[in-house]
């Protein structure tokens, strides 16, 4: 790919907290497809996350929306210039509806495609519940309004930090059909994920972190046929991928959908 037809570049980018800096020379580049980040656990994936749209102060480096300087925006600003973010933990609302999760993102939302009821048809899970508050919801049904409320900005490029988390198998199914759908639709997603099953679903560049940069990039086939990769990339032990390992400790917290 060329310079000119990147649509998200990161070039040298540093970011972290106080005196400690995380994100430490990080380069990437990506256009319309999904692109996996994955790497052990403090490797700074949500640094990196948090930094793109504008949560996180960058301290040195660029980051190029289509061509455009996005780093020193506020993160209302990044989003409006189209990063849309959809955050690890889902940062809901407890007490605002599912509706009213949508509307508040609604207002602020500029293109045509995703709509309220867009959203409704692609998760019927989520109009079922649309009278429900953000508490009341399955983990499921969080992560679906958590990513629900990112389309609703009709963003070229969507930012997700660990979508799988937590996710029932058959939700995981229609996360990776979101986001099949989405590439097939011209939308980037850039998502991290801990979890190198449900990486390699989501999508076929695999980008690795190690201490703040992207080190390596495989092919999902590739990682999922090298344990000696996961190994040195990932932190997987002896269990094999395919039994959907997670590439970190801190994730068998028990399906919650
Ligand atoms: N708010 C914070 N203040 C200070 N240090 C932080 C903060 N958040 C993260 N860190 C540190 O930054 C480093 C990278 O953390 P980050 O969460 O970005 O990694 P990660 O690759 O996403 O890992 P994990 O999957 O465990 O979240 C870690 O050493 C972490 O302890």
Redesign the pocket.
Do not use: A, F, P
């Given at each position: 790919m060329s310079t000119n037809d990147a649509l998200l570049e990161v070039r040298d980018l540093r970011a972290?907290?106080?005196a400690?800096l995380?994100?430490d020379g990080l380069s990437l580049r990506m256009g319309a497809e999904s692109v996996a980040v994955v790497?052990?656990?403090?490797?700074?994936?949500?640094?990196?996350?948090?930094t793109l749209v504008g949560f996180?102060p960058a301290s040195g480096g660029e980051i190029r929306l289509a061509g455009r300087r996005v780093d020193g925006l506020a993160p209302e600003k990044v989003a409006l210039a189209g990063i849309a973010y959809v955050p690890?933990g889902r940062r809901l609302f407890p007490s605002l509806t599912v509706d009213e999760h949508l509307a508040m993102m609604a207002r602020r939302a500029r293109g045509r495609r995703w709509t309220p009821d867009a959203v409704y048809e692609l998760f019927p899970r989520l109009a079922e519940r649309r009278h429900h508050g953000g508490a009341d919801l399955s983990g499921g049904e969080q992560q679906m309004l958590a990513v629900g409320r990112a389309l609703l900005l009709n963003a070229p490029l969507v930012v997700m930090?660990?979508p799988s988390e937590g996710l029932a198998p058959t939700i995981v199914d229609v996360l990776v059909d979101v986001v099949g759908q989405l590439v097939a639709e011209g939308v980037a997603v850039l998502v991290?994920e801990?979890n190198l099953r449900a990486a390699v679903r989501l999508a076929n560049r695999q980008l690795v972190?190690v201490s703040?940069r992207i080190e390596a990039e495989f092919t999902g086939d590739e990682l999922l046929d090298r344990p000696e990769l996961q190994r040195r990339y990932l932190g997987v032990g002896s269990a094999p991928a395919s039994a959907g390992v997670a590439a970190?400790s801190?994730h068998e917290e028990g399906e919650r959908t």
């Open positions: 972290g907290y106080g400690s995380v994100l790497g052990r656990n403090g490797m700074g994936k949500t640094t990196l996350c948090d996180l690890q930090d660990e991290v801990q972190m703040g970190g801190r």
